[in-house]
T-cell receptor, first 113, second 111 residues
Framework: GAVVSQHPSWVICKSGTSVKIECRSL??????MFWYRQFPKQSLMLMAT?????????EQGVEKDKFLINHASLTLSTLTVTSAHPEDSSFYIC?????????FGNGTRLTVT | DAKTTQPNSMESNEEEPVHLPCNHS???????IHWYRQLPSQGPEYVIH???SNVNNRMASLAIAEDRKSSTLILHRATLRDAAVYYC????????????FGKGTHLIIQP
């Protein structure tokens, strides 16, 4: 149980376009989900906390207008990278809490050309 | 930020026990100690967590020092599939908040 699914697992887009990443809790409800970003050979960095039915909370230094988060239901949060640029290329990972530990999706590798 | 100190990398042989250390000298009395691991190109996977007492589950054991300023993750019999980056994290509560990841320990398993 406690499966978190991310889609797509990888995406390539052109500079200036927007990309949406979905994060679903498959067998539990998640009022809160978390979005992380990981650059090659680095650790995960928490970007934002996604709250169902309210605005997301962004970590310092993360542009909220660039990384749009929507958590419209108890099982779905989406991260939209708007006007993507090559420096946004990264591994994006979502997570949700169920019975204490965080459960993570398998990540989305974004490449912006 | 919740700071932990872990060795950058460790190497072990297959089918031998592995002890992964973590120092967390700034931990408070109500912070839980969490361990996650991450295989290449995958999201992190929960391993174990605890507060004060030693903890065991099907994946590993967690030994927590009496002063709680350090802990050790024990893999009783390493397999090649245990090769991963292991993260030790402490945070308030059992994990309902976003966790702050450090650099972790890259565990290499030799066949």
């Amino acid at each position: 149980g406690a499966v978190v699914s991310q889609h797509p697992s990888w995406v390539i887009c052109k500079s200036g376009t927007s990309v949406k990443i979905e994060c679903r809790s498959l067998d539990f409800q998640a009022t809160t989900m978390f979005w992380y970003r990981q650059f090659p050979k680095q650790s995960l960095m928490l970007m934002a906390t996604s709250n169902e039915g309210s605005k997301a909370t962004y970590e310092q230094g993360v542009e909220k207008d660039k990384f749009l988060i929507n958590h419209a239901s108890l099982t779905l949060s989406t991260l939209t990278v708007t006007s993507a640029h090559p420096e946004d290329s990264s591994f994006y990972i979502c997570s949700a809490s169920y019975n204490s530990p965080l459960h993570f999706g398998n990540g989305t590798r974004l490449t912006v050309t | 930020d919740a700071k932990t100190t872990q060795p950058n990398s460790m190497e072990s042989n297959e089918e031998e026990p592995v002890h992964l250390p973590c120092n967390h000298s700034t931990i408070s009395g109500t912070d839980y100690i969490h361990w996650y691991r991450q295989l290449p190109s995958q999201g992190p996977e929960y391993v174990i967590h605890g507060l004060t007492s030693n903890v065991n589950n099907r994946m590993a054991s967690l030994a927590i020092a009496e002063d709680r300023k350090s802990s050790t993750l024990i893999l009783h019999r390493a397999t090649l599939r245990d090769a991963a980056v292991y993260y030790c994290i402490f945070s308030p509560g059992g994990g309902a908040d976003g966790l702050t990841f450090g650099k972790g320990t890259h565990l290499i398993i030799q066949p």
